[in-house]
């Protein structure tokens, strides 16, 4: 049978299947009434151009099934999320699902333009995010998202308060002042060009001023805004008694700067305005850096914050009403539907369904529960509609008091961080010190103080900006940037150094070093099998079998028949059924099938689905949790670094210990909840070790944020990601081998640079401190031992990584 | 060479550099580098439509406001 594309949606179907409708000349088909609608509405509405643009795009079939229009009215979801401007307008931020080119942006700001009452729609193509200002009298929210779904897309609220966009705001502040520093910077280097030349060909000191004048006004703001941020750093620096970079780089640039200006006047000596900008924008440009792949990782976490419900339905009397999840009190009744996150504790007391744990206890295989059975926030109620009483507030549940301590983690620095600077702060507090003690020393002894503050400055000028300044930012920069080439980004530069000191890696079990889910690894088949009916029967279900049975054909398979089937029967813990053209199929574990009456063996490690037809068993597949590529070399290699392994979980014992030894792990806790792990973690520390501590789920939170170094896995769907410093990208285990080698590396690069650095200061520092400093060896000294960090920092980029 | 050519030769350089730094920053401030496919997009898909677009959610912006100050000053007689 022919195929034919929807007209809308453009996703391709048999031609029997689809709706068809004359058209002029032609006929167009949908494969859905919601695809249907949306064409009508676009075409009416003239906005039919929205097709040209789309090309051959495919969009998300318009499948309508929300009847929660009412919730964005409530004035708990206003106060949450809606901002009101000083004009009187509302404003809120959107995240609108659906969007698959610059097409969809279009249709949506237009729909939006078009609609009465909303002033401003904006909708950023890259994070599918919506700013949308409407004036409160004319238009209501949910008329709005009900306009936005009635064109085929969803939205959602996100608040703005969150990570993301202080984050953003940090960025686009950074961004401003690297183009001060960088205009700066550029129109002071040719200048500076005039002023070298200025030196070997001679120069008239009237010309001389002018160029000295001009370095000054372009200097100054590059060293008083840009440079602010080190201003700032170094303030907090003193308050908590600690000598930074920051301070380094702020009396650096500053005295040099209150010297030259001192220069400039009395026509004495050198300026050094060029030195003042250069060491000011090659930090920040190291420091933004930092700021951008810290965006990156908290780009992912928002829309899984923003997908937690904020309303439950409370069953009252036998009425269903629509509650904001703060106003839940004890002893409430709520109702779930299949789906639904779970946001509030409490305890089953109606109904049975599969729960989802995995984000909570990392095991991927739904739990069953009963009548009486206890319900946990952040799993997710897969098959049926259940009822239970909110044994917590919303406050004191299990999710809400994990994202809390997330929180507070986040804003709280860890206290290696502040170990990390400490080399290079007692290099600032060496010079500073030397550098007041010239100047006292000369005052004393020499008498004049104009010479003395020249001396004591030039210490300071000659010492401080290049080599010891960039030592550690330079080779941190080369190890982020590599690192990130390679899937890994490291929130921080300060972690790689901390990483690289590190002698204890944690590993989670479940999503670390194992995939996380169910995949086939045997599979029986017998007579009648047909792939294309088990496709369509396992495409039915969300349970995480189901999904690893579908991926297995779907990566085997060709593509399959889209086979409609009827009377769908989700059996909770059990499997699935349905029928086709008569034929009654089943799908499902061990106990299903005998229960039908089917016999079906069950001795097996692995997890088993059967499926089978008529009542015959058609096949039998064996699934298991893989372990990840290449896990049982990158740990060996780890352990050869001398990295003491240890594997953490919340399974029990036979499966831990199963996959550890698989991968060569000897050291394993298991069973161990959320506190366990974290409470281990600290056991480690009393040990001295500095632990880095790898894992992926909610379950792991706590004990990554109370590890020095935490990597999360790129699809960690969760917090997690937002507690790690470092986050694997491509989620192999190889990357954490290659995370250690890069931190070693750049930490020896730092080393090394800070070594060089050294031994110029420990030569040059002398003789400026003799007062025997000559402005033009100064200044070619200053460029070579920077030269020389730099290209140091770049053999980093040298390193062999697979 | 008299100084002031020099003078005048770094002032105007600078000068200009500065205005085109000062847009920029505006652009910055305004959101105008936040997505960047749509500059791109723009350049694709706006015509004359667009145009009429902007101007008319420029009209209803003022509208909003005109209204606004219409109920700010309406004070009912004591």
Redesign the interface.
């Known amino acids: 049978m022919p195929k034919v594309p929807c007209t809308h949606c453009h996703l391709e179907f048999d031609e029997s299947v689809m709706i068809t409708e004359p058209h002029g000349e032609e006929t167009l088909y949908f494969c859905c009434k919601g695809c249907q609608g949306v064409y009508h509405l676009l075409e009416s509405e003239g906005l039919d151009t929205f097709y040209d643009?789309l090309g051959d795009t495919k969009l998300q079939p318009a499948i309508q099934q929300h009847d929660d229009l009412e919730k964005f009215d409530l004035e708990g979801f206003k106060n949450k999320y809606i901002k009101t401007t000083d004009?009187?307008?509302n404003e809120i931020y959107l995240i609108i699902e659906g969007i698959h080119c610059?097409a969809c942006?279009?249709l949506n700001e237009?729909v939006l333009?078009k609609t009465d009452g909303?002033?401003?729609a904006?909708i950023?193509?890259?994070n599918n995010k919506a700013k949308v200002v409407w004036?409160p009298d004319e238009i209501r929210l949910s008329k709005i998202i009900e306009t936005i779904r009635s064109i085929g897309y969803n939205a959602y609220p996100y608040d703005p308060a969150l990570q993301e966009e202080r984050a953003e705001k940090t960025k686009?502040e950074y961004?401003?002042r690297i183009?001060?520093a960088v205009?700066g910077a550029m129109?002071i280097m040719w200048?500076a060009i005039a002023h070298y030349a200025g030196y070997f060909t001679g120069m008239e000191q009237?010309?001389k001023d002018?160029?000295n004048v001009?370095e000054f006004?372009?200097a100054t703001p590059v060293l008083f805004y840009s440079g602010w941020i080190f201003f700032r750093g170094a303030y907090y620096g003193y308050k908590n008694h600690i000598v930074n970079m920051d301070t380094l780089v702020a009396s650096g640039a500053l005295l040099a700067y209150i010297y030259s200006i001192y220069a400039m006047i009395s026509h004495n000596g050198e300026v050094y305005f060029d030195s003042v900008v250069m060491i000011i924008t090659f930090v920040l440009v190291g420091k933004y850096l930092e700021v951008l792949s810290k965006k990156h990782a908290v780009d992912t976490l928002d829309s899984i914050m923003g997908s937690t419900p904020t309303e439950v339905t409370l069953v009252q009397n036998e009425e269903k009403t629509l509650v904001s999840v703060e106003n839940v009190i004890m002893g409430d009744i709520i109702e779930l539907k299949p789906g639904e996150k779970v946001v509030i504790d409490g305890i089953v007391t109606d109904g049975e369904g599969s729960f989802d744990e995995s984000s909570l206890t990392g095991e991927n295989l739904p739990v069953l529960k009963q009548k009486g059975d206890p319900v946990l926030s952040g799993s997710i109620c897969l098959d049926s509609v259940i009822r239970y009483e909110a044994t917590k507030d919303a406050s004191n549940s299990l999710l809400y008091s994990i994202v809390s301590l997330l929180e507070e983690s986040i804003t709280k620095k860890p206290r290696i961080e502040q170990l990390a600077d400490q080399v290079s702060g007692y290099f600032s507090a060496v010079i500073l010190t030397l550098a007041l003690l010239t100047f006292a020393g000369w005052w004393y002894f020499g008498g004049a103080f104009e010479q003395a503050l020249i001396t004591g400055i030039s210490v300071i000028v000659i010492a401080c900006p290049c080599a010891l300044g960039m030592a550690t930012p330079m080779a941190t920069l080369v190890g982020i940037g590599m690192a990130a080439k390679h899937n890994i980004l490291f929130k921080e530069a300060g972690y790689l150094e901390t990483m690289a000191k590190s002698d204890l890696l944690a590993l989670d079990k479940t999503g670390t070093i194992t995939e996380g889910r169910p995949s086939v690894v045997n599979l029986q088949t017998f007579e009648g099998y047909d792939e294309d009916l088990l496709y369509a029967l396992v495409s039915t279900s969300k349970h995480p079998v189901s999904e690893g049975i579908r991926r297995y054909l779907e990566k085997n398979g060709k593509p399959f028949a889209p086979i409609a089937l009827d009377a769908i029967k989700t059996v909770q813990a059990k499997g699935v059924e349905a029928t086709y053209e008569g034929k009654k199929l089943k799908g499902g574990n061990g106990t299903f099938m005998q229960a039908s009456g089917i016999a079906c063996s069950d001795d097996t490690a692995h997890t088993l689905f059967y499926f089978a037809v008529d009542g015959k068993l058609a096949a039998r597949f064996e699934l298991s949790d893989t372990i990840r590529e290449g896990a049982k070399e990158a740990i060996a290699n780890i352990q050869r670094m001398g990295i003491r392994v240890v594997m953490l979980t919340g399974d029990h014992e036979a499966s831990a210990q199963s996959v550890a030894d698989a991968v060569g792990i000897e050291e394993v806790h298991a069973r161990l909840l959320p506190q366990d792990k974290a409470a281990l973690i600290d056991a480690f520390h009393e040990e001295k070790h500095i632990v880095v501590m790898a894992g992926d789920g909610i379950n792991d939170t706590i004990a990554l944020a109370r590890s020095d170094i935490a990597i999360a896995m790129g699809s960690g769907a969760d917090v997690a990601i937002s507690v790690s410093d470092v986050v694997l990208l491509d989620e192999k285990p190889k990357s954490l081998y290659e995370a250690y080698r890069i931190s070693r590396r750049t930490y020896r690069a730092v080393k090394e640079n800070l070594g060089f650095s050294l031994l110029y200061n420990t030569i040059a520092v002398p003789f400026a401190i003799a007062g025997f400093v000559n402005p033009l060896v100064a200044a070619l000294a200053m460029s070579l031992s920077s030269l020389v960090v730099v290209g140091n920092s770049m053999r980093i980029k040298w390193l062999k990584l697979k | 060479m008299s100084?002031n050519i020099?003078?005048l030769m770094?002032g105007i350089s600078?000068f200009l550099?500065?205005l085109g730094?000062a847009a920029?920053?505006w652009g910055?401030?305004t959101?105008q580098f936040?997505?960047?496919?749509?500059f791109i997009?723009g350049a694709?898909?706006d015509n004359e439509e667009e145009l009429r677009?902007a101007v008319?959610?420029e009209e209803?912006?003022k509208a909003?406001?005109k209204k606004?100050e219409k109920k700010d000053a309406y004070r009912p007689a004591d």
């Open positions: 643009k004009e009187g307008l610059s942006v279009w237009k333009h909303v002033i401003e904006t950023n193509y890259t004036d686009k961004y401003a183009l001060v205009f129109n200048i009237r010309f002018i160029l001009a006004i372009l | 100084e020099v003078i770094l600078t550099g500065a730094l920029l920053l910055l401030k959101g936040d997505d960047q496919s749509k997009d694709r898909f677009d008319m959610m209803k912006r909003q406001k606004k």
